[in-house]
């Protein structure tokens, strides 16, 4: 297997974890799927990193390890763990049709990236085409749930689907800017978690629809 194929191999394998992070009933099970999704993106990190000669990329893998492996599920965890709300678990739709969607945002942007003509990616298409729908299930999540928890793992997908397209894409980017987004999305989740927390605890609801009882 050729490192390009092991590259477009996992990217798969994080659209699988995408569906377990958004069908578990527990946000504790979602952490778990999160890490596991983000242990994949770190291989997939340090395949390019093979493939690219490209140092840089081993310092993102290192970082996203720190951060996303580790630091985000962990906090996610330990904070969301505890956090119920049966009313707002029910999603606007089932996930079959979750799924349905989702495939069909993989083949629209799968159609997209082919007709991208980028040396950098010239063998990397489907990872790219991964990339670009991971974002928009990651979407698709936020708009598809009530539950604001489901809400924040949304997030957290639409952002490990833009960090793969910058891996893909700019993969000479200095360490800085890596860290930088790493630093970002990890106070991003602190402040939603600790917000969800807060609403929890005032209102006795996860529910987004119900915030708007905070209106006037």
């Known amino acids: 297997m050729t490192g390009s194929q092991l590259v477009n191999g996992l990217a798969g394998l994080l659209i699988i974890t995408s569906f377990l992070v958004m069908s578990a009933k527990k946000p504790a099970a979602s952490a778990v799927h999160y890490a596991i999704q983000s242990i994949v993106l770190v291989l997939i990190f340090v395949a390019l990193a093979e493939i690219k000669h490209s ?8 970082t996203a ?34 799924i349905l969607a989702s495939c069909a945002l993989l083949a629209l942007s799968y ?16 990872a ?4 670009m729908g991971h974002f928009f ?8 749930h009530n539950n604001i928890l489901k809400q924040i793992f949304g997030y957290c997908l639409m952002e490990n689907g ?14 800085v800017v890596e860290i ?7 106070f991003a989740v602190i402040v939603m978690v600790v917000l969800a927390r807060i609403i929890h605890r005032r209102l006795n609801t996860l529910d987004a629809r119900k915030l708007m009882s905070l209106k006037g």
């Open 55 to 62: 140092p840089e990329l081993t310092v993102w893998a290192v």
């Open 65 to 98: 390890t720190i951060t996303k492996v580790v630091l985000v599920p962990l906090i996610m965890y330990r904070v969301l763990r505890n956090l119920k709300d049966p009313d707002a678990d029910q999603p606007v739709i089932g996930m079959a049709l979750t």
């Open 111 to 126: 159609f997209v990236v082919m007709n991208v003509k980028l040396p950098v990616v010239a063998h990397l298409k489907p």
């Open 128 to 131: 790219l085409a991964v990339s």
């Open 137 to 144: 299930i990651g979407l698709l999540c936020i708009v598809t």
């Open 162 to 175: 833009s960090h793969l397209s910058l891996a893909l894409l700019a993969s000479e980017a200095p360490e």
């Open 180 to 186: 930088g987004i790493a630093t970002d999305a990890v």
